[in-house]
């Protein structure tokens, strides 16, 4: 079971240093898309598409690199007054009902739609957009399943710490 969490954890890292890479992509690409539009007053609709593609690939990659490294968003008001017994327990809670439920749903309701996007291999509707928003569509479950994953893996942590 460790090894599993292990794995995990490696997945969870690996992949949060992905989204590190992507983010200084995105960083340059809107660099050139600032000096072509506003310097050379060219326009660039696949480049465009390029940075927004990464920024989602990011957002749905990184999720469970975040939960990881305690970066979500959470209310501390009453949480960080509390002794780390009950602070545990309220993440525990949190997890089995917020969190799982949140990841089982987004996976399940996201199938269809990453199904559909694959049976017609959509693509970008612009004019000299991008292919491949099917394989942008389909990193939505495979989030919900990072999520999933990364909070267990969390919960078992959690469950395993000394009193």
């Keep these: 079971m460790q090894r599993f969490l292990n794995l995990l954890d490696l997945v ?4 949060g240093q992905l ?18 539009r506003y310097f050379l007053n060219v326009g660039s609709i696949p480049l465009q598409e390029a940075i927004l593609y990464l920024h989602g690939s990011v957002i749905m990659l990184g999720i ?3 939960l990881k490294r305690g970066g979500h968003v959470r209310v501390d008001i009453i949480h960080r007054a509390l002794p780390e017994n009950r602070k545990r327990w309220i993440d525990v809670a949190g997890t089995l009902l917020f969190l799982m439920p949140f990841a089982i749903f987004v ?3 996201s199938l269809p ?6 049976s017609v291999l959509e693509a970008s509707s612009a004019p000299g957009g ?5 394989l942008l569509k389909t990193l939505i479950p495979i989030m919900a399943a990072l999520l999933f994953f990364q909070g267990f893996n969390e919960l078992i942590r959690m469950l395993n710490k000394k009193a």
Excluded: K, N
Aim: aromatic content about 20%; some cysteine; glycine content about 8%.
């Design 12 to 15: 969870s890292e690996r992949l």
């Design 113 to 118: 739609y990453a199904r559909f996007s694959w």
């Design 64 to 66: 469970a690199f975040t």
């Design 19 to 36: 989204c590190g890479l992507m983010i200084f992509l995105m960083m340059l690409g809107t660099a050139v898309v600032v000096v072509l």
């Design 130 to 134: 991008l292919p491949g928003v099917f």
């Design 107 to 109: 996976f399940w309701s």
